[in-house]
């Protein structure tokens, strides 16, 4: 069963910075692509930031230039810097990771942790 352990979310004034951290039980370069997601109260979950096995990574419009995902092979671990935060930003964050089985694509999920961005 492979679990997924998010920390660092918390409260912060806009302008102020935060960094996710998600440690995988696994190996993480047996996903294709770990990353993260968001989810504000009466909206559907949205991708935020990914990162692939082989480096690149993929952006929301709404927060290139803030946000950098990155992952440490070695303590499998992906992490999210996260800049100029903006009261939009709150929502509880997820991280995820894909793994292809057989021909498909399984998703797992951590559980979540919170983020607001408020003065």
């Known amino acids: 069963q492979v679990q997924l352990v998010e920390s660092g979310g918390g409260s912060v004034q806009p302008g102020g910075s935060l960094r996710l951290s998600c440690v995988v039980s696994d190996s993480i370069l047996s996903f294709v692509a770990m990353g993260w997601y968001r989810q504000a109260p009466g909206r559907q979950r949205e991708l935020v930031a990914t990162?692939?096995?082989?480096?690149?990574?993929n952006y929301a419009d709404s927060v290139l230039g803030r946000f950098t995902v990155s992952r440490d092979n070695f303590k499998n671990t992906v992490h999210l810097q996260m800049n100029s935060l903006k009261p939009e930003d709150t929502a509880v964050y997820y991280c995820n990771a894909k793994r292809v089985i057989v021909t498909a694509l399984r998703d797992y999920w951590g559980q979540g942790t919170q983020v607001t961005v408020s003065s």
């Open positions: 990162i692939t096995s082989g480096g690149i990574r």
